[in-house]
């Protein structure tokens, strides 16, 4: 690839410096729009704390590595910060701390009552013993404990994490305080006070808003195509959801390749055979596609449910999708957003396709701290109640301005934060 072709590939290399960027001009615009002063800004710019951290591991074999681990807590004022653990071997400062505050636009905009938080080790999983990564866990939870807690802040499941890392954070922090403290984090098992309907939260979440957003422009669902970019802990069910209710998915990707289908696929099948081989390639029930293509089929619903940055301005030109539902945080890049403004793509931002996840966590919380289990039918329709005032109130307000989903939905979250912070006032 030339120089150029490279430069116009992507406009920052780094995923995470490019998110950061994201963030930063995504809270400009929003500052900006809502004529909020330069220390109001400032001090939403920036992270409330940061911890780096070192993560010796011994590995099985007796050799040891060490690895850079984060927790950063962007903003407390509306809550304990929340936000979930990733581990992806790419993961630095600059990423933790765009999610982080994605985070806090994410829990302001649905309203939860929390802050925003992310951490991250810069590890990849899938090369290490669940013994590892049980190490792992633990030395990293007892390097941020001064930093976690119930009401302080309270990780949950990202990338390359899972229940059983959330147990063992569970266990390190409750060993430590001498009894058991289930509320520490969110995205338990169901055995250690996890909630009913977590783990498919975020899904669902992404389904109701993606349902809104076809109605809204008149499509029916049941006479839609979709096309998912990711088969993990979001895209996965997004994937099913969609399926289920009627929506043809004609292709899923995920990190090794695509599969296609004009008709639909059968996603409970993909499933299965994902199980047994790792990944969507090779599925009998579709066709072999470039995943890179996936992206750019002709569809109604393009759900990217993945990694950051991965509809850029190359990308967003090709775009063929009517709606773009951002089941990832940050799958957007600012040059993109601006290129699928113009062409008349709506895009349902991150901050509220995929909130679904949190808003569980949140009452996986209430649930962990009064040790009492909700039905799945309650967790479920009080989730569905969520998403749809989120739709209502993003839309309504970006109407009303005339501004994308995107700026409606980052203009609404940092207004309520602002709100907190001018009623609590600036101490001392
Ligand atoms: N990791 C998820 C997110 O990015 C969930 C966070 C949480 O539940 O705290 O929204």
Partial sequence: MSGTQAATHRVIDDVGTQALADAHWQLDEAIAFLGYGQGTHAMLKSSRRELTVSIPLRRDDGTVEVFSGYRIQHNISRGPAKGGLRYSPTVNVAEVRALAMWMTWKCALLDVPYGGAKGGVAIDPRLYSAAELERVTRRYTTEILPMIGPQHDIPAPDIGTDENVMAWMMDTYSVSHGHTVPGVVTGKPLSLGGSLGRSSATS????HVALAALRSIGVDPVRSTAVVQGFGKVGRDAARFLDQVGVAVVAVSDQYGAVFKQ???????????????????????????????????????????????????????????????????????????????????????????NAGGVI?????????????????????????????????????????????????????????????????????
């Avoid at 669902?204 to 389904?207: A, F, K, L, P, S």
């Avoid at 969507?280 to 759900?303: C, N, Q, R, S, T």
């Avoid at 005032?389 to 940092?414: I, M, P, Q």
């Fill in 263 to 353: 008709s639909g696929i059968n996603v409970e099948a993909l499933g299965r055979h994902v199980d047994a081989a790792g990944t969507v390639v090779g599925f009998p029930g579709a066709e072999a596609l470039d995943g890179a293509v996936a992206l750019e089929l002709d569809v109604d619903l393009l759900v990217p449910a993945a990694v950051e940055g991965v509809i850029h301005a190359d990308k967003a030109h090709r775009i063929q999708a009517r709606i773009v539902v951002e089941g990832a945080n940050g799958p957007t890049t600012r040059e993109a957003d601006r290129i699928l403004a113009n062409a008349g793509v709506l895009v349902v931002p991150d901050i509220l396709a």
């Fill in 360 to 428: 569980v966590s949140y009452f996986e919380w209430v649930q962990s701290n009064q040790a009492y289990r909700w039905s799945l039918d309650e967790v479920e329709s009080r989730l569905a109640e969520r998403m749809r005032s989120g739709w209502e109130d993003v839309t309504g307000f970006a109407s009303l301005h005339g501004l994308t989903l995107r700026a409606a939905a980052t203009a609404l979250a940092v207004k309520r934060v602002t709100e907190a912070h001018r009623l609590r006032g600036l101490y001392p």
């Fill in 204 to 207: 669902r979440g992404v389904v």
